[in-house]
């Protein structure tokens, strides 16, 4: 556990004070605020409180993800490679665990503070709701959409470090990155809504991406969802332990 730490602080460090994690909080941050301003033009044309609720995790937000994460990603292991010190690393009792986990950590916590001005968005449109209106926002609504962010989050950097885990140069790592991502957001988002069989449709809507951040904000919390996330996130996992271990041999 000791160890864990020390490599897990290690990482939250060099994200956030590499140059690339000031570009992708700017980016995303300013995307967020747009959301936000658009949101409030939504609610002042009449738009209903779930349909607003929903635009604060999806519309550009979700696609931009499949853009956002790769970038955090791409250095994991690509950059240790490139280095030379993912070997001398490997060669000291640490584990392949350790290390994956530690990076794994670190990221999802890089990817966690980009979302926290939507908290402070929150706050603010609850101040500006009047008191004899439905209270908005609906803050079962906000966790079970906070929650469905960090699951969907964790997949895609688990797939991410992996993509990373098999190449030394960070270009790369970042576009097979992007493009796993996004043949698994699309192709679920087409046959979620666009398949003309319903089994397909079916199938989709259980495996998109899209359609369970859509549900999370309406604050539909399925297990079986939550199991769906968590078995896929371990497998990458597993996968760059695999690809990790192999190098050390």
Sequence with gaps: MRT?????KKEVRTCFLSPIAFVVMFFFW??????FWWLLVQLADGESLMMATQQMFGGLICFSLLVI???ITMRLFAEERKLGTLESLLTT???????????????LVFYVVLWLPVVAYTIIQQKLSPV???????????????LGVVLVGGLYIAIGLLMSSLTSNQIVAAISGFALLSILFFS??????TAPSPAVRLVGQYLSPYAHLLDFSRGMVDSRTIVLYLSYTAWFLFAAVKVVESKRT
């Design 93 to 107: 009792p640490l584990t392949a665990a350790e290390l994956v986990a530690a990076k794994f950590a670190g990221s």
């Design 69 to 71: 994460v790769p970038l």
């Design 132 to 146: 004899e209106a439905l209270q908005f926002p609906d803050f079962g609504a906000l966790r079970a959409g906070f």
């Design 4 to 8: 864990f730490l020390s490599l897990f």
């Design 188 to 193: 679920t988002l087409f046959m979620a809504y």
């Design 30 to 35: 300013v995307l967020t605020g747009l959301n």
